[in-house]
């Protein structure tokens, strides 16, 4: 009994179920139709919105895409255009070179030959210093050309010639004195000193200090009116450098043993200040004379005027003496007069001739 109670509520159980489940099933169809709908209808309704979405992007697009092109095709045309510009400038500067080379290469050629003409010059250049004669002979004539631009014609002479027989590359005429300058170029001393060094700076000295000691021995003649210098001219301002820098085997520097023997170097360079400086201690010298003679003149001038204020006070003695005796005749001669009218007028003789005698 009880086990079929079980079974019928189990069977009564199992239809439940069975019609819950069969319920639920309907349920569950409805809505899922339901939701279908709903499903559909919001992707309806998306589809819409993201048609008119991409519409609209494609418009936007669309429009963008023809800006694009549009600014794509100006660029083109400027690209173009600048393109064609940088050509054509790129062309004119490879003219600008061509030419700019073929200049260079013209100047490079004339260079050249100035080259080969320089070391044809420097040759003979050499040449014409490699004797004595000629190396003095360029000095003379740069000395020359130097007081030439420099000095009035004649305030200088050149080749002049001593009583001695001497003749010196020129002087100066400096008031009544003549200033010797002679031209001295000791190249070869010069050339051993550049090209073997400080061991041949003794040799170079000994040539200076040789040309000074003949200067001063040869040119330097107060008898004849020379001051008691002479110049020595050295036409190079390299030498004169080295003669500056330069000291003999006693360490005396050259030029302060040149000034000794009362010779003074100088350069094409430092020649005209050396003689102004000269003419203007000559003028100091002058003006020195002129002033003792001067003085001289006013110690005579002060004798002279002593002697005649001697004259002078004489004469004042003797112009007072002689107003003093016009004075004394002047009185004699009123008395005189006054006698005479006396006597016309008949006075006693008597006295009229006492009182003219104790006149």
């Keep these: 009994m009880i086990g079929w109670i079980a079974a019928a509520v189990i069977a009564v159980l199992g239809a439940f179920g069975i019609f819950v489940a069969l319920r639920g099933r309907d349920l569950a169809s409805a809505q899922s ?32 895409l023809g800006q694009v092109t549009q600014q794509v095709q100006s660029g083109m045309a400027s690209v173009g255009t600048i393109a064609s510009g940088a050509q054509k400038a790129v062309s004119e500067q ?31 250049i050499e040449d014409v210093l490699g004797g004595a004669k000629t190396r003095g002979t360029l000095g003379e004539v740069a000395l020359d050309r130097i007081l030439a631009d420099t000095l009035p014609r004649a305030s200088y002479e050149t080749q002049f010639r001593f009583s001695t027989g001497e003749v010196v590359d020129a002087v100066v005429r400096l008031s009544d004195r003549l200033l010797p300058i002679d031209s001295k170029f000791p190249l070869d001393g010069y050339r051993r000193l550049l090209e073997q060094g400080e061991d041949c700076r003794k040799d170079f000295a000994n040539a200076v200090r040789g040309h000074a ?21 050295v036409p190079s301002e390299g030498v004169y450098y080295e003669l500056l820098r ?42 020195e004379e002129n002033a003792k003679r001067l003085l001289a ?30 004075s004394d005749a002047d009185r004699k001669l009123d008395r005189a007069r006054n ?13 009229v001739l006492e009182s003219a005698g104790s006149g």
């Design 213 to 233: 000691d003949s200067i001063a021995k040869k040119y330097i003649l107060p008898g004849e009116e020379t001051l008691d210098i002479a110049l020595m001219f």
């Design 339 to 351: 006698s005479l009218e006396e006597l016309t007028q008949g006075g006693p003789a008597e006295k």
């Design 297 to 326: 003149s006013l110690s005579g001038l002060k004798k002279q005027m002593d002697t005649f204020g001697d004259v002078y006070e004489k004469l004042g003695t003797h112009l007072r003496n002689a107003q003093q005796s016009y």
């Design 33 to 64: 139709e339901a939701l279908r709908k709903e499903m559909q209808s919001l992707l309806a309704a998306q589809s819409q919105a993201t048609a008119a979405q991409i519409g609209q992007l494609a418009q936007s697009l669309g429009a963008q």
């Design 246 to 287: 330069s000291a003999d085997a006693k360490g005396t520097p050259l030029d302060e043993y040149c000034r000794t023997r009362c010779v003074v170097p100088v350069s094409p360079s430092t020649l005209f200040a050396h003689l102004k400086i000269i003419f203007l201690g000559l003028q100091g010298i002058q003006i």
């Design 94 to 124: 490879l003219q600008a070179s061509t030419q700019m080379l073929g200049t260079i290469r013209q100047q490079l050629g004339e260079v050249q030959q100035a080259g080969h003409e320089l070391s044809a010059a420097a040759k003979q």
